[in-house]
Nanobody, 126 residues
Framework: QVQLVESGGRLIQAGGSLRLSCAAS????????MGWFRQAPGKEREFVAG????????YYADAVKGRFTISRDNAKNTVYLQMNSLKPEDTAVYYC???????????????????WGQGTQVTVSS
């Protein structure tokens, strides 16, 4: 079992930048792909970005491509989401998640993930 704790969310003006962090414990973090999702009020949770266990492969939802960057530091058991050029429509609770299996190399859908953090609120004002 792995525990995930997100941090870094806050209120920010449109056009600004934020970096979210997700600290993992309880499992060999470096063996698993990781991902970020978000959920806005009244909407379903959606995929934002993913990263392979080594960090060699990253992939993004079209809505954030070119603005967000996912990265990981396996020595610190932490995955990051750098968010630039933020828009009001990026407002959501952001969740990190770990792949349910080492065999899931580039997870993208919720069913590919086994553990979730509690989320961190990002609010982008216009």
């Amino acid at each position: 079992q792995v525990q995930l704790v997100e941090s870094g969310g806050r209120l920010i003006q449109a056009g600004g930048s934020l970096r979210l962090s997700c600290a993992a414990s309880g499992r060999t973090f470096s063996n698993y792909a990781m991902g970020w999702f978000r959920q806005a009020p009244g909407k379903e949770r959606e995929f934002v970005a993913g990263i392979s266990w080594s960090g060699g492969s990253t992939y993004y939802a079209d809505a954030v491509k070119g603005r967000f960057t996912i990265s990981r530091d396996n020595a610190k058991n932490t995955v990051y989401l750098q968010m630039n050029s933020l828009k009001p429509e990026d407002t959501a609770v952001y969740y990190c998640a770990v792949a349910k299996s080492r065999m899931v190399m580039t997870p993208r859908v919720m069913a590919d993930f086994g553990s979730w953090g509690q989320g961190t609120q990002v609010t982008v004002s216009s």
